[in-house]
């Protein structure tokens, strides 16, 4: 079946950077384009960052651009994502998710970034 397992989050000063990594298994993880959504306290859950399944083509919500970088490792079957820059408002639980075929998504567990001084 299925599995995204996100790793990496953590607590970070603004201005700061993590990376985050979502491992996947039980399909062939080069035939999918990845996401990356995210998910504030009261607040609805948001689509960050989405890559191809050959990494050639990568998109971003208005509000990363220019401070988050999608990529992934084909032969890892890792997807990752670099947040420089860090703000307040990217506090969230990060999820790493892969559509469906008849419609919605897989979901990770999720993994908490906080961003405070």
């Known amino acids: 079946q299925v599995q995204l397992v996100e790793s990496g989050g953590g607590l970070v000063q603004p201005g700061g950077s993590l990376k985050l990594s979502c491992a996947a298994s039980?399909?062939?993880?080069?035939?999918?384009?990845m996401s990356w959504y995210r998910q504030a306290p009261g607040k609805e859950r948001e689509l960050v960052a989405s890559?191809?399944?050959?990494?050639?083509?990568?998109n971003y919500a208005d509000s990363v651009k220019g401070r988050f970088t999608i990529s992934r490792d084909n032969a890892k079957n890792t997807v990752y994502l670099q947040m420089n820059s860090l703000k307040p408002e990217d506090t969230a639980v990060y999820y790493c998710a892969r559509s469906r075929p008849l419609g919605g998504n897989y979901w990770g567990q999720g993994t908490q970034v906080t961003v405070s001084s």
């Open positions: 039980g399909f062939t993880f080069s035939n999918y384009g």
């Open positions: 890559i191809s399944s050959t990494g050639g083509t990568t």
